[in-house]
């Protein structure tokens, strides 16, 4: 048994990954990452079913602590491992249902402990977990991807912090920063059409209207920071998610336009990409 060696899962709303983590450092053991597609909208059954057959493949790689750590959606009561996620398009068929039981029955033998954790705040644990802003003590972490996600750390400990509905330029922050605001105004400059991020990231030619658009991103955003610095001095800002992949289109214009408020918190771009929460997941039971 080796008890660093953490079980991190991290599930969203059509897939599950998992990978055995080493919670001393932050890295994952070799091999043991697993990804699935899931259909959420399946029967109970073949949900825990299909997450069980991933979180064994990973389990298998190598000893462990026999502790998982589950970045899971909400609404989710963590504590007592029970679903209330119901009308949001992914498994409904959990409601009401105790998780950590179903998950029990099917896993191998030797699990000793399942723990649920809010998802929002498991990609910034890992984060200050084992990355640059581990040295700071007050950080900000932003997820941008399909929607806005956020997170507060405060002496090692993030929790989420739902900027995304924090009122901003006469809507809300996910208004603003997430992948639908930027499809629509890369469509709107361009008068060409394209239909995700992954789009406009991959396939896009580099040209006025991208840049256009994620010149106006680093406005808001700046906008935004400063705002948010005037309230809570952070002493940090860490980027995640798809279009943080795209930050040498943003990043510098950012840390200009912070600069020119003389905010001087640091920005960092995660490098732990897709497997930032299952590794904040897994370090977050051991803090």
């Not at 699935?36 to 991933?54: C, F, L, N, R």
């Not at 239909?195 to 106006?216: A, R």
Request: proline share 2%; charged share 15%.
């Amino acid at each position: 048994m080796n008890d660093n060696i953490v079980l991190g899962v991290d599930i969203g709303g059509s897939h599950i990954t998992a990978a055995l983590v080493d919670t001393s450092d932050g890295t994952i053991v070799a091999g043991s990452i697993q990804r699935e597609k899931i259909d959420s909208a399946a029967d109970a059954d073949h949900i825990i079913q299909a997450w069980s057959t991933v979180m064994n493949q990973s389990l298998r790689f190598a000893g462990n602590s026999g502790k998982i750590a589950i970045a899971m959606p909400g609404p989710f009561d963590y504590q007592n491992g029970v679903s209330y996620m119901k009308s949001m398009g992914k498994y409904d068929a959990l409601y009401g249902m105790n998780v950590r039981d179903l998950l029990c029955a099917q896993l191998s033998e030797g699990i000793s402990e399942i723990h649920f954790i809010n998802d929002a705040g498991c990609f910034l644990q890992g984060e200050v977990s084992h990355g640059p802003a581990a040295a700071y003590e007050e950080v900000v972490g932003f997820t941008l991807g399909t929607g806005f996600g956020s997170a507060i750390a405060k002496g090692g400990l993030a929790l989420d912090a739902d900027y995304w509905c924090y009122p901003f330029m006469g809507g809300i922050c996910e208004d603003f920063f997430s992948s639908r605001w930027f499809v629509s105004t890369y469509n709107k400059y361009s008068s060409l059409s394209v239909n995700n991020v992954k789009e406009l990231i991959c396939d896009v030619e580099l040209g006025g209207p991208l840049l256009q658009v994620f010149d106006e991103f680093s406005m808001n955003m700046g906008v935004f920071l400063t705002q948010l610095y005037k309230k809570h001095k952070f002493d940090c800002v860490v980027f995640g998610g798809n279009i943080a992949k795209a930050s040498s289109l943003f990043l510098p214009q950012l840390k200009y336009y912070l600069k020119t408020m003389a905010i001087a918190a640091p920005v960092y771009i995660s490098s732990k990409g897709e497997t930032a929460a299952l590794i904040g997941a897994a370090c977050s039971i051991v803090h």
